[in-house]
Nanobody, 119 residues
Framework: QVRLVESGGGFVYPGSSLSLRCDYSGIIFSQYSLGWFRQAPGKQREWLATITSGGAENYADSVKGRFTIARDKAVNALYLQLNRLRPEDTGVYYC?????????????WGRGTQVTIPS
């Protein structure tokens, strides 16, 4: 059973940094990607960054150059470093695993962690 648990959110002022962590478990297939999404109040969930099982990274234009995704396979953890935070970065940040299973690609989600940057 795939499990994703986010941590590290909080309240910080504009220009500050935060580091989010996602502890994952239960991934038994070799082809997968791990990513971060964000949902701002009243908006749809948006994709932020992805890292594949091969280590390739991709970022949304809105966070490129400010956010960095990383993974530590030794401890099954995914990270998102958030720098130069802006009020529009406020939202619930979700960890995602997209796994190529025998039954087809499957999406798994954590419960999210709240990040708040006041205007």
């Amino acid at each position: 059973q795939v499990r994703l648990v986010e941590s590290g959110g909080g309240f910080v002022y504009p220009g500050s940094s935060l580091s989010l962590r996602c502890d994952y478990s239960g991934i038994i297939f070799s082809q997968y990607s791990l990513g971060w999404f964000r949902q701002a109040p009243g908006k749809q969930r948006e994709w932020l960054a992805t890292i594949t099982s091969g280590g390739a990274e991709n970022y949304a234009d809105s966070v490129k150059g400010r956010f960095t995704i990383a993974r530590d396979k030794a401890v099954n953890a995914l990270y998102l470093q958030l720098n130069r935070l802006r009020p529009e970065d406020t939202g619930v940040y979700y960890c995602n695993a997209q796994i190529a299973e025998f039954r087809g690609p499957q999406d798994y989600w954590g419960r999210g962690t709240q990040v708040t940057i006041p205007s």
